[in-house]
T-cell receptor, first 112, second 113 residues
């Protein structure tokens, strides 16, 4: 357990509004990830970070941006939410040995 | 690209053994994982196996890896109702400077009392 928290845990928003999800970790892990989980797709990587201010795109990054100003926080922003972004979002970190990811509890986002 | 496949559903009776299967395509996988997800919760790491091993046992869990066939299985002995959850297989390898993890779509295990 990497002491990962996500906020908010649930959010309902309207199409076109900006949304920011927060991931916070207490283990000082260098790598952090954002995934989305949808039925029939498993988990798909949106963006990841390999250090403060160092981020890169995953396989489904369109419509999302991220920021990492501190080691412990990784923010995911939907600039203009669309209904296709209704999903459950998971944050994860990579342990110091570099072989295991640990996941946060998830944020359920509904875009109406 | 990398692909991980699992069957979608498995139903077993309480006390029986469950076997959840997974196939993957990436021959450069370094670690293979099993995660458990209970309703409304995040993914919990159950166990993992390094790619140069063929078996790992941890209490009621046995992981078998057939690297030649790229087949991974998770056996749960004496399955309990608390084992009802979705089980994800995942493989990882280093790609472009980071650890890339590819997940299967998950197998929903239903345990019948």
């Amino acid at each position: 357990d990497a002491g990962i928290t996500q906020s908010p845990r649930h959010k309902v928003t309207e199409t076109g509004t900006p949304v920011t999800l927060r991931c916070h970790q207490t283990e000082n892990h260098r790598y952090m990830y954002w995934y989305r989980q949808d039925p029939g797709h498993g988990l798909r990587l949106i963006h990841y970070s390999y250090g403060v201010k160092d981020t890169d795109k995953g396989e489904v990054s369109d419509g999302y941006s991220v920021s990492r100003s501190k080691t412990e926080d990784f923010l995911l922003t939907l600039e203009s939410a669309t209904s296709s972004q209704t999903s459950v979002y998971f944050c994860a970190t990579l342990d110091s040995r570099g072989d295991t990811q640990y996941f946060g509890p998830g944020t359920r986002l509904t875009v109406l | 690209g990398e692909d991980v496949e699992q069957s979608l559903f498995l139903s077993v009776r309480e006390g029986d053994s469950s076997v959840i299967n997974c196939t993957y395509t990436d021959s450069s996988s370094t670690y293979l994982y099993w995660y458990k997800q209970e309703p409304g919760a995040g993914l919990q790491l159950l166990t993992y196996i390094f790619s140069n091993m063929d078996m790992k046992q941890d209490q009621r869990l046995t992981v078998l890896l057939n690297k030649k066939d790229k087949h991974l299985s998770l056996r749960i002995a004496d399955t309990q109702t608390g084992d009802s959850a979705i089980y994800f297989c995942a493989e990882t390898h280093h790609s472009g400077g980071y650890q890339k993890v590819t997940f299967g779509t998950g197998t929903k295990l239903q345990v019948i009392p």
